[in-house]
T-cell receptor, first 112, second 113 residues
Framework: DAKTTQPPSMDCAEGRAANLPCNHSTISGNEYVYWYRQIHSQGPQYIIHGLKNNETNEMASLIITEDRKSSTLILPHATLRDTAVYYCIVKGSGGSNYKLTFGKGTLLTVNP | NAGVTQTPKFQVLKTGQSMTLQCAQDMNHNSMYWYRQDPGMGLRLIYYSASEGTTDKGEVPNGYNVSRLNKREFSLRLESAAPSQTSVYFC????????????FGPGTRLLVL
């Protein structure tokens, strides 16, 4: 599974868009980009995933660059409840390695 | 749907005591996982069950055993608890083969004295 690099922390004003970057320069063609978040003391929560096209759901949008070496998770209107650690994970589908590798992620703090 | 549920939410044990952490999911998922999370660290996989009737070791299995009781339930047992097992334990289940979308429970906080 490709390694990912994320900034350790970011701040965002409430109501504004939060844009969280992730670098994954060694990603291979069959690997997906997954985003999870962990609000303090809670279990990780799946947000979104994509292969090469941009994706949107009710929680967020995922923008993947054309060369797939980086991506951005966008929370369009951040609220205080979006304060959490956000993890970018790159992983291929199937195979015998079922482990999700959570790195240190980005601590997003949404300020009033 | 309750999703993934875990019991108990919090437990204190003395060194050498045993206990079982329970996990259940009502999403008809095939795969289930047990992770531990220590302060300031990411999640580490203890054991997983790719499908009913199978279990496999993850990266930190020592001191633990698991049972996949049926498709819904996956339990984690500590036979002789040690202070190094003080941690937060998360159970997860996986939506579909071929994707890595896992759904996590709320966690069990375990303190071993």
């Amino acid at each position: 599974d490709a390694k990912t690099t994320q900034p350790p922390s970011m701040d965002c004003a409430e109501g504004r868009a939060a844009n969280l970057p992730c670098n994954h320069s060694t990603i291979s063609g069959n690997e997906y980009v997954y985003w999870y978040r962990q609000i303090h003391s809670q279990g990780p929560q799946y947000i979104i995933h994509g292969l090469k096209n941009n994706e949107t759901n009710e929680m967020a949008s995922l923008i993947i660059t054309e060369d797939r070496k980086s991506s951005t998770l966008i929370l369009p209107h951040a609220t205080l409840r979006d304060t959490a650690v956000y993890y970018c994970i790159v992983k291929g589908s199937g195979g015998s390695n079922y482990k999700l590798t959570f790195g240190k992620g980005t601590l997003l703090t949404v300020n009033p | 749907n309750a999703g993934v549920t875990q019991t108990p939410k919090f437990q204190v044990l003395k060194t050498g005591q045993s206990m079982t952490l329970q996990c259940a999911q009502d999403m008809n998922h095939n795969s289930m996982y047990w992770y531990r999370q220590d302060p300031g660290m990411g999640l580490r996989l203890i054991y997983y069950s790719a499908s009913e009737g199978t279990t496999d070791k993850g990266e930190v299995p020592n001191g633990y055993n698991v049972s996949r009781l049926n498709k819904r339930e996956f339990s984690l047992r500590l036979e002789s608890a040690a202070p190094s097992q003080t941690s937060v334990y998360f159970c997860a289940s996986r939506l579909l083969a071929g994707t890595e979308t896992q759904y996590f429970g709320p966690g069990t906080r375990l303190l071993v004295l």
